[in-house]
C-alpha cells in the first residue's frame, strides 16, 4: 500500500509535467480550492473544482495554537466564520469545529443575498484530510500566510512528509523567510520569491525589453497579470506619486522567463475572458482564477 501511495504521487508531479509540455492553453489553478464557486480552502469546493476543469489546486495553509497545519486564509477567523480569534490561537480542534462556510453568500436576479452554508455548515479542514481528500495525481499549490515562519514551515513540512506529498505539491508565500526556509527541506519545491519576480520584471520594463537575468532552469515564478501600482517620482522640489495598472508581463519578458529550460510562469487573477485571452497568447503555463466554473467556459470558447 505504501508503494501504490508513492508511485501515485510520483505519478501526480509526472503528470503535471506532461501536461504542461502537451497542452497549447495555460492550466487552470484554483484559487484557495475556487473560492468564487464556494466557501474558499474547504474540501467539498477542491472537490467541486475538480469537477468542472481545474487542473491544480491552490490552498492557503496556516497553522493552529497546537501545531496543526489547517486550510484558512485570514488571520482572524471571524472574517469567514461566526466565532472570533486568530489562527494561531485556536487549537486544531476548535478550527476544525468552525463552518467556513457561514459568512458565504449568493445573489439571486434582484441582487438579494442568502447564505446557503449557514443551514449546510462546512468546516475548515486540515491541510492532512484536504490532501486526502483529492486524487494523489492531482497537483497542489499551498500559500503559506502566517508568522512565525519556522513554526508554519516545520508543521507544513512534517504532514507533507508523512502523507508523502512532496512531489505533488509547489510551495508560495509572499513572504521570503518563509519560501527560503522550506526551500532548505531536502525534497521541497518552492516558487521563487515575489520579490525576485517582480523586479526581474521591473527590470525587463525599464530596459526596453532587455533581458539581463533569465530565471535559472526549473523555476516557477508567480505574480499577478496585472497589477495596481504606485509610483513615487522624486523631483527638485518635491515628489509626484501616480496610481497605475502595471501589464507587466510582455512577449519581451516572457521570452525572458522561458528563455532557460523548465521554467514555468503561472499568473495570478485572472478572471475574464480578456484576461485569459491575454495568457493564452502571451504562452503562460498556468493561470490562477476564483472560479474554475467559469474558467472552464473560458477555456473552452477560447479554443
Known amino acids: 500500500m505504501k508503494m501504490n501511495t508513492l508511485m501515485l504521487h510520483a505519478v501526480g508531479a509526472a503528470l503535471l509535467s506532461v501536461t504542461l509540455a502537451a497542452s497549447a492553453d495555460p492550466l487552470i489553478a484554483a484559487h484557495r480550492g475556487g473560492t468564487g464557486d464556494g466557501p474558499e480552502n474547504t474540501i467539498p469546493t477542491l472537490q467541486n473544482s475538480l469537477k468542472h476543469g481545474a487542473d491544480i489546486l491552490w490552498m492557503t495553509v496556516q497553522v493552529s495554537s497546537d501545531g496543526v497545519p489547517v486550510l484558512y486564509r485570514p488571520a482572524d477567523v471571524s472574517a469567514l466564520t461566526d466565532a472570533k480569534g486568530l489562527v494561531n490561537t485556536l487549537s486544531a480542534a476548535q478550527l476544525t469545529a468552525l463552518n467556513a462556510g457561514y459568512a458565504y ?31 494523489a495525481s492531482t497537483p497542489i499549490m499551498i500559500d503559506m500566510k502566517q508568522l512565525p515562519a519556522e513554526a508554519l514551515v516545520a508543521a507544513v513540512a512534517k504532514v507533507i512528509d508523512e502523507e508523502n506529498a512532496w512531489q505533488r505539491v509547489r510551495f508560495y508565500s509572499t513572504d521570503a523567510n518563509v519560501l527560503a526556509l522550506m526551500a532548505a527541506q531536502p525534497k521541497a519545491q518552492v516558487f521563487e520569491s515575489r520579490d525576485a519576480t517582480r523586479d526581474r520584471l521591473a527590470r525587463i520594463a525599464l530596459n526596453g525589453g532587455a ?37 507587466w508581463w510582455t512577449p519581451d519578458a516572457m521570452k525572458c522567463f522561458k528563455r532557460n529550460p523548465g521554467t514555468k510562469v503561472m499568473v495570478f487573477g485572472v478572471d475574464s475572458p480578456a484576461a485569459y485571452r491575454a495568457a493564452q497568447q502571451l504562452g503562460v503555463d498556468v493561470v490562477m482564477t476564483d472560479s474554475p466554473m467559469k474558467m472552464k467556459g473560458m477555456r473552452e470558447s477560447a479554443k
Open 105 to 135: 453568500s449568493v445573489s439571486d436576479a434582484a441582487g438579494n443575498k442568502s447564505y446557503p452554508y449557514r443551514q449546510h455548515p462546512v468546516m475548515i479542514p486540515t491541510l492532512r484530510d484536504a490532501l486526502r481528500a483529492v486524487p
Open 211 to 247: 533581458c539581463e537575468a533569465a530565471p535559472a532552469a526549473g523555476t516557477w515564478s508567480g505574480i499577478e497579470l496585472e497589477r495596481k501600482v504606485t509610483v513615487v517620482e522624486k523631483f527638485t522640489l518635491g515628489e509626484g506619486v501616480s496610481e497605475v495598472v502595471a501589464h
